[in-house]
């Protein structure tokens, strides 16, 4: 008891003194607004296609702009996900107000070490060799091919295409691999073949929906070849899935105001010795700020399925989605693999962040080998309060308030260049143990 309450007492202190150190609050400078535009332009593009740029502004010049809708046109381009750093200015041309778009370009063709984290566990690490363009023709088009080893080894080539046809706004992505993936439930790899192929199309500068289709063939090691839906220690997968995505956040590499919502529904099996279940799953998101600075994220996860679903094909909160003071631990329990046939998961989060130090940027001259590595390169620091909630059922009886497990913490979120966010955290479960984590990347 003494232990838990200086625990506990710990992560108070922690809490108050980064509630101390919060500072004021400096903005990167705006332009004065509101301020009326002609036309917009673009500067610093040395690879990317203006018009790539241009079409993610939204609004038709002439325009009079206010200082919201200044910090709208900069979050819209910086949310690409091509640039180190997005500025803004208003020139006079020919008497006309120019709204000029300054851009630090990132590198963008890597031959380039693979090096990837599993599930979220600094134990599963994947090593090896890919070739990234991360701008393809200039057109925010990306290809990449490689293998890699260690944990899940693979061979991949992928190729993406966000926007095909001024009008159309259409987008293709296609890949196939071949990877060796670790079962779940038992010791062993699965030898997975797939294809996919994605048609969307994006419907405003927020929406944007499209189908997937896949086809993966699974083959089993021969003394697991009953748990193949086939019966013969390999089962030909088809996948069919719908999605419709809609993001009105600010700033999706850290968000602190508007919303999320993602929302795919699958149906996987077509055939005779096919697996057959449907599968919904839906991802909301809301962030407010309050109280100025500070700003309240929330988000509601559920992946709802009907149907048995393979060994090969289940879902679990552990993984890829973890619920903070119950890390690591794996829900459902894969040892009642049996039981859990066909389940659903719920995940609730709750998160106040907290800006300590603003995002500054930096420059390194003459950096080595490749200068523009090093041009504009973010760093910040905010903290974090957050509370997680999470439930796995398999019929409605089960979803009472005990049955749910919650977690509560503070961590420490840095802005860095190229991951964008490394949180550092501690964790309390409801029986007051704690836990440490080290992350990258948003949590929500």
Do not use: C
């Amino acid at each position: 008891m003494i232990a838990r309450n200086k625990r506990k007492e710990g992560l108070l202190g922690f809490v108050l003194i980064m509630l101390l150190v919060l500072g004021a609050r400096a903005a990167q400078d705006l332009l004065a607004a509101p301020v009326r535009i002609d036309h917009a332009a673009v500067e610093g593009n040395k690879i990317t296609a203006a018009d790539v740029i241009l079409r993610e502004i939204p609004f038709t010049f002439p325009a009079v702009l206010s200082a919201a809708d200044l910090t709208l046109v900069q979050n819209k381009v910086q949310n690409l996900g091509l640039f180190n750093r997005v500025e803004l200015r208003v020139d006079e041309r020919d008497g006309q107000a120019v709204l000029t778009v300054i851009v630090t370009e990132s590198w963008y063709l890597f031959p380039s070490p693979l090096f990837s984290i599993s599930d979220r566990d600094w134990s599963k690490l994947s090593y090896g060799l890919q070739v990234t363009d991360a701008n393809f023709r200039g057109r925010n088009e990306r290809l990449r091919v490689g293998g890699s080893f260690g944990y899940n080894p693979s061979y991949f080539l992928n190729y993406s295409i966000p926007w095909i046809g001024e009008r159309q706004r259409l987008s293709l992505n296609i890949g196939i691999s071949r990877r060796a993936n670790e079962n779940r439930i038992f010791d062993f790899q699965e030898d997975r073949l797939g294809f996919n192929l994605g048609l969307g199309k994006r419907l405003s500068l927020e929406l944007e929906t499209g189908v997937q289709f896949s086809l993966t063939r699974i083959r089993l090691p021969g003394q697991y070849g009953i748990y193949a839906v086939s019966g013969q220690a390999q089962d030909i997968v088809p996948s069919l899935s719908w999605q419709v995505r809609w993001d009105h956040r600010d700033l999706a590499e850290y968000p602190r105001k508007g919303a999320y919502l993602a929302i795919e529904l699958q149906r996987t099996g077509f055939g005779k010795n096919q697996p057959d279940f449907w599968r919904l799953t839906s991802d909301s998101r809301f962030y407010q700020p309050f109280l100025g600075a500070l700003s309240l994220g929330v988000r509601q996860l559920f992946i709802l399925n009907s149907g048995i679903l393979p060994m090969y094909d289940r879902v679990y909160l552990g993984y890829g989605e973890r619920l903070r003071g119950y890390f690591d631990q794996i829900l459902p329990n894969p040892a009642l693999f049996a039981d859990y046939k066909s389940y659903s998961i719920s995940l609730t989060s709750l998160e106040i962040r907290i800006p300590l130090l603003p995002v500054r940027y930096f420059s390194i001259k003459n950096g080595p080998i490749i200068p523009s590595l090093y041009r504009n390169l973010k760093f910040g620091l905010s903290a974090g309060l957050f509370v997680d909630s999470g439930i796995v059922w398999r019929t409605a009886s089960e979803i009472r308030w005990n049955n749910f497990l919650t977690g509560y913490g503070v961590g420490l979120h840095i802005i860095l260049p190229y991951i964008n966010v490394l949180r550092i955290e501690y964790a309390l479960n409801k029986l007051g143990h704690g836990q440490f984590i080290i992350d990258a990347g948003i949590s929500f």
